[in-house]
């Protein structure tokens, strides 16, 4: 979140104005703050563990003296840099921690993935060692239907995560397949591109092949050569059984989008026979 504040002397009479108001109301409007410029009475109330009720006399009391106004259904500050002030007095540890609130806040009540998300982005720690899963597993859980936010989060766990190799190269791929998802199909290739590079997990590879060949079918790069090829290397790479039936799947539909049927029904029927998870 970009903090963008009055300057100094105009800061200060306004905060001067807000500890006025008491200290119930300093702290809700502090927790307003990040929700953002409009917030909803029922979300503050489940990130302050509060009822809507009890939330009532200090928002109608920031109301009455100018900070807060009614927005619909809503509360919302005044001014989104009367906000920011609010939201930039806070040190960076206490913003971090009530942006978690937040997020499991909105969790609770039932909102989707995608607006947790940038609350999760504000929550984590970098010193965290366990930021960069933690960021990959909100991805996973928002990939299906928000992969922009999943992009987001990946994008993020990538700079959480160079200094472990393995670890770096895995979050490449997870962005990869994230970008595909929501059609950033040059991005796509490019971040494929650099991981293919460094890999040499069995695994890893076959799956980066598997979203280049995707990435390149939807491009309309020679389909049908680019099918055989990946064909070819899924039957002499010895990656084993199960990264043999993934790179067989991308093939058979490869060789669908090409028209070659024959080519297809061959590598489906190799796929299955390679186990029964395995399916195109």
């Known amino acids: 979140v970009r903090v963008v504040q009055l300057p100094e002397t105009a800061r200060n009479v306004f905060l001067r104005r807000v500890r006025a108001l008491g200290a119930d109301c300093?702290?809700?409007l502090r927790a307003a703050s990040i929700l953002g410029t409009?917030?909803?009475v029922r979300e503050l109330a489940a990130m302050l563990e509060r009822s809507a009720v009890g939330l009532m006399r200090p928002l109608e009391v920031a109301r009455r003296s100018g900070v807060l106004i009614d927005v619909g259904d809503c509360f919302g500050f005044t001014h989104p840099i009367v906000r920011a002030t609010v939201y930039g007095e806070m040190s960076i540890e206490t913003r971090r921690l009530l942006h978690s609130d937040?997020?499991?806040a909105l969790e609770r009540i039932g909102h989707t993935a995608d607006r947790l998300v940038p609350h999760l982005l504000e929550a984590i720690d970098p010193h965290d060692p366990s930021a960069s899963a933690t960021l990959r597993g909100a991805a996973t859980a928002c990939a299906g239907r928000y992969p922009s936010s999943a992009v987001d989060l990946l994008s993020r766990a990538v700079q959480f995560s160079r200094d472990n190799r393995s670890e770096s190269l895995a979050v490449l791929a997870e962005l990869a397949e994230a970008l595909?998802?929501?059609n950033g199909i040059e991005e796509c290739a490019r971040v494929a591109a650099v991981a293919l590079e460094f890999a040499n997990d069995a695994g890893l590879v076959a799956r980066l092949r598997a979203i280049q060949s995707r990435q390149r079918i939807i491009q309309g790069v020679d389909t049908a050569q680019i099918?055989?090829?990946l064909e070819s290397y899924a039957r002499v790479s010895r990656d084993g059984r199960e990264?043999?039936?993934?790179?067989l799947s991308e093939a058979a539909v490869g060789?669908?989008?090409a028209g070659s049927f024959e080519a297809a029904a061959r590598c489906a029927t190799d796929v299955l026979s390679l186990g029964e998870n395995a399916s195109v």
């Not at 990264?243 to 790179?247: C, D, F, N, S």
């Open 243 to 247: 990264h043999e039936a993934m790179l």
């Open 38 to 40: 409009v917030f909803e």
């Open 255 to 257: 060789h669908v989008v």
């Open 227 to 229: 099918a055989s090829d």
């Open 180 to 182: 595909f998802a929501c």
């Open 102 to 104: 937040a997020a499991r």
């Open 26 to 28: 300093e702290t809700t």
